[in-house]
């Protein structure tokens, strides 16, 4: 969405401090409402691109205020068009557009939570992913890449890296470590009850990976980070067919349950790959639309923690292309 609205509550004595900043680029209009208590509530409407560096300046001047507090949400339409809006949109300039820090912070942790919903849409599409598989149905298959359930707590992983929040990246790894254990441990399960052919065109063509594979994940991971420091969440249901992360992890799991264990290594390469690519991807996407700590110092902490963090990343992507080389030319 184009713009955002930011919601403000401020002493009433502040009042000619805080509508000084609203005096920046992309602020559209402001109203004020008095409220009980000696506060106001004022609601700004800006720009998507510009709600960050509002956010930044109020929170900085008035972020030790008793009672502040900063409530952003997204609208669908702002009616009249300012004629400089009229003119903008005739323009052919490309600029960013993402949502602010904070808004981000808060729908990304909240898909790394470990909760009932997760637990149970794991198990869902895990029985949605294994039917599929067995039955050859592809349109099964689909629908379990759309719930996605793994896809979230990867993205918070990002996101974690890029500000340096360890807590936040415990928390989304650990989340994913056990869903991600939960749907093997099923497909096992089944892959030892129920007869499994490798041979199916579902299984056999998640048991090689190749170089597109790679690519196609790393572009996947991008698109996801993109939807969502823009908040085009439409965008994510492409994103969670294209990479892919449980129907491999599935397919291994069934493969070992069965015996197959070779073939049950190349689905679980399959999927560390996707799961290499997608992190890399989704800490260049952050970093490249600004996203970082507001305060200098922690900033330079989240920096560093960056470099390293993508460091590993590459380091194990390139040890498993070269393992998924190995696998193709002479063990295929």
């Known amino acids: 969405m184009p713009y955002r609205v930011a919601e403000i509550v401020i002493p009433k004595q502040k009042k000619e401090e805080v509508e000084k900043l609203f005096?920046?680029?992309?602020?559209?209009?402001?109203?004020?409402?008095e409220l009980f208590e000696n506060k106001s509530i004022y609601k700004v409407l800006v720009k998507t691109e510009f709600s960050q560096k509002l956010v930044d300046k109020l929170f900085k001047k008035f972020g030790k205020e008793e009672g502040f507090r900063i409530v952003l949400y997204d609208i669908t339409a702002t009616i009249p068009v300012s004629e400089e809006e009229e003119k903008k949109k005739k323009q052919s300039k490309i600029g960013k557009l993402r949502i602010s820090r904070e808004e981000l912070y808060t729908n990304i942790s909240s898909a790394a939570e470990l909760n009932y919903i997760y637990l149970s849409l794991v198990i869902l599409s895990s029985i949605?992913?294994?039917?599929?598989?067995?039955?050859?149905?592809?349109?099964?298959?689909?629908?379990?890449?759309?719930?996605?359930?793994?896809?979230?707590?990867?993205?918070?992983?990002?996101?974690?890296?890029?500000?340096?929040?360890?807590?936040?990246?415990?928390?989304?790894?650990?989340?994913?470590?056990?869903?991600?254990?939960?749907?093997?441990?099923?497909?096992?399960?089944?892959?030892?009850?129920?007869?499994?052919?490798?041979?199916?065109?579902?299984?056999?063509?998640?048991?090689?990976?190749?170089?597109?594979?790679?690519v196609v994940a790393m572009a996947s991971g991008i698109a996801g980070v993109l939807a969502f420091t823009t908040g085009a969440a439409l965008s994510l249901v492409g994103v969670?067919?294209?990479?892919?992360?449980?129907?491999?992890?599935?397919?291994?799991?069934?493969?070992?349950?069965?015996?197959?264990?070779?073939?049950?290594?190349?689905?679980?390469?399959?999927?560390?790959?996707?799961?290499?690519?997608?992190?890399?991807?989704?800490?260049?996407?952050?970093?490249?639309?600004?996203?970082?700590?507001?305060?200098?110092?922690?900033?330079?902490?989240?920096?560093?923690?960056?470099?390293?963090?993508?460091?590993?990343?590459?380091?194990?992507?390139?040890?498993?292309?070269?393992?998924?080389?190995?696998?193709n030319k002479y063990l295929k």
Do not use: C, H
Request: hydrophobic share 60%; net charge neutral.
């Open 23 to 33: 005096n920046i680029d992309g602020v559209v209009d402001f109203w004020r409402e």
């Open 128 to 214: 949605i992913a294994v039917t599929g598989l067995i039955t050859n149905n592809t349109a099964v298959i689909i629908g379990a890449m759309v719930i996605a359930p793994l896809l979230g707590p990867n993205i918070a992983i990002a996101l974690a890296t890029v500000l340096g929040d360890i807590e936040l990246e415990r928390k989304a790894f650990f989340t994913f470590l056990v869903g991600a254990v939960i749907a093997y441990i099923f497909a096992v399960s089944v892959g030892f009850i129920f007869p499994v052919d490798p041979f199916v065109n579902e299984i056999n063509r998640r048991i090689y990976v190749s170089f597109w594979d790679i």
């Open 240 to 327: 969670m067919v294209a990479i892919s992360l449980l129907p491999p992890l599935v397919t291994s799991g069934l493969l070992l349950g069965s015996g197959y264990l070779f073939y049950a290594l190349g689905s679980m390469l399959l999927f560390l790959a996707n799961f290499a690519s997608l992190n890399l991807a989704g800490v260049l996407t952050f970093t490249l639309q600004g996203i970082r700590p507001m305060k200098w110092w922690e900033a330079k902490k989240a920096q560093s923690y960056r470099r390293k963090a993508m460091f590993l990343w590459t380091v194990l992507l390139v040890i498993l292309a070269f393992v998924i080389f190995v696998e």
